[in-house]
């Protein structure tokens, strides 16, 4: 790699860095707002509800290929962070 490419890529991972550190921040957020869902759901069996999952992952899907974006990438994201947040909720889930 050329000295300049080296130049240009270590530019870029900066930038990649510093979009990691928002997204972490909208995960922390993301997780505040599964934390208030979760006090609303009076049983466990509440946790999965897959007619809410499909709904978000068309909508997903819809998006991303309006935005130019693949979907295979938006969409193995989204089903690996709502089944995060599914194991997330069962380990911190409180009631009967």
Known sequence: MSPKNKKKLEEIRIKLDKLDNRLLALIKYRTSLVKEVLKLKEF???????????FILNKIR???????????????????????????????????
């Open 44 to 54: 466990k069996k509440e946790i999965v509800d897959q007619k809410r999952i499909n």
């Open 62 to 96: 819809g998006k991303s290929k309006r935005l130019k974006i693949d979907p295979k990438i938006t969409n193995r994201i989204w089903k690996n962070m709502i089944w995060s947040f599914i194991d997330y909720e069962r380990r911190n889930f409180k009631k009967k």
